[in-house]
Each structure stands twice: as C-alpha cells, then as structure tokens.
C-alpha cells in the first residue's frame, strides 16, 4: 500500500499511540499494529484493528485520567 501523502511504501510496524475519551482521559495504546511510512511520519490503522482499539476505549472506566493499555488482536 502506498502512503497518500508522499507515495512511499507504507510497512506493517508496532507503536504506542494516545487516544483521548471523554473531555479528560488518554488512554495509551502499547504495540499497536499500524502501516507506518518510511519517509514521512504518515501512517494508516487497518479497520480491523481500529474496530479493536474502539472495543477497548469502551471498556475504560469513567472518570480515568490516564491508563495505558497493551494491544491484543
């Protein structure tokens, strides 16, 4: 797949992205599976997994600030 942005090849990797719920939590995700760009910072979250990051933001209790979670497919 190519980037949108700058045409390189985008390559399945892992990192740790933020995600913000409700007006004052972040949840971190850990090791989370994303097509990333070997030129630019571009990168691209397959729905599949998107689908899983939804499921897990839903499960996070109200009123947490900050909680960091470790992506399991």
Same mark, same amino acid.
Not at 41 to 44: F, H, V
């Given at each position: 797949?190519?980037?949108r942005v700058c045409g390189a +090849?985008?390559? =399945?990797t892992s990192t740790d992205l933020p995600f913000?719920?409700?007006e004052a939590g972040i949840v971190i995700v850990k090791s989370l599976p994303v097509l990333q760009c070997g030129t630019c =910072? +571009?990168?691209?979250i397959e729905d599949a997994v998107l689908g899983r990051v939804d499921r897990i933001l839903a499960h996070v209790a109200p009123g947490t600030d900050l909680e960091i979670i470790r992506y399991a497919a």
């Open positions: 797949m190519k980037c +090849e985008l390559k =399945p913000k719920v409700r =910072p +571009e990168y691209l």
